[in-house]
């Protein structure tokens, strides 16, 4: 296993009784309309069949179950996220699977939606999981990848710097009881944010109409594209 595969996991596996609640806490409640309008702006109704890799707890398979989906599967490697899943959605149709990102063991043009939120800054190769998406989707069919990013506006990147850095590593340690955690978090993100071009990324893995759409003063960006 690599390194980052396996820091990745123990940390999902630590802290995955405190994820909900934290990231709640810690987004001030946000994160349900950000999952909730990519979920939109991606066209999820009751035809859909989807796939949500890096499915954590399941709120995106969750929303997208409220907005009529019922062909649902949700696919991640840490087993401790998985268990609150199968805790949270017994009455989802399909099922919760425990597999790597880069290598989806599903059939060729299976599901008609992937979704990945808060998850590709964690994948250990994204290319390879991108490579893997476009296989599994049908043709038509469409990847949305909601990440954080770093805001653009230098007043308000100074103050979300801030919190980043100074209060959520605190508080998110003190609470889940994993400092390492809350530290990567924020350094996950400002690194990805300088070094990966997801857009290009997608592009190389076959994707066209690609659109990008960012939320809440730029710090977290939706991209959606196209088989
Ligand atoms: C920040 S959580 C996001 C969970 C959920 N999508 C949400 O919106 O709350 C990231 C999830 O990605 C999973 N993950 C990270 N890298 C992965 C990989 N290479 N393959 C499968 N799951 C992965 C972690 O186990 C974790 O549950």
Redo the contacts with the bound molecule.
């Keep these: 296993m690599s390194d980052k595969?396996r820091q990745?996991?123990r940390?999902?596996?630590s802290i995955?009784f405190r994820?909900?609640f934290l990231?709640h806490f810690l987004s001030f409640g946000i994160?349900h309309y950000w999952?909730k309008k990519a979920l939109k702006l991606s066209g999820i109704n009751s035809d859909s069949i989807l796939l949500?890799?890096?499915?954590?707890?399941?709120?995106?398979a969750i929303r997208a179950n409220k907005m009529g989906a019922t062909k649902i599967y949700g696919?991640?490697?840490?087993h401790n996220?998985l268990k609150l899943f199968n805790k949270k959605s017994n009455w989802i149709v399909g099922r919760n699977v425990q597999?790597?990102?880069?290598s989806i063991p599903f059939k060729d043009k299976s599901v008609t939606n992937i979704?990945?939120?808060?998850?590709v800054?964690?994948?250990?190769?994204i290319q390879q999981?991108f490579d893997s998406f476009f296989r599994v989707l049908k043709k038509n069919g469409k990847a949305t990848v909601?990440e954080f990013r770093m805001p653009e506006n230098r007043f308000f990147k100074a103050l979300y710097k801030f919190y980043f850095k100074k209060i959520l590593p605190k508080v998110g340690g003190l609470i889940s009881g994993d400092k390492e955690a809350y530290t990567y978090l924020p350094e996950s993100v400002e690194e990805f944010d300088e070094k990966v071009d997801l857009v290009k990324l997608l592009k190389n893995s076959g994707f066209i109409n690609i659109k990008k759409h960012s939320m809440t003063f730029g710090i977290v960006q939706v991209i959606i594209a196209e088989k």
């Design positions: 595969k990745v996991k940390i999902f596996d995955a994820y909900d990231n994160d999952r949500d890799v890096a499915c954590g707890t399941g709120d995106v696919a991640d490697f840490s996220m597999m790597v990102a880069e979704t990945v939120a808060f998850g800054r964690n994948f250990y190769n999981g909601i």
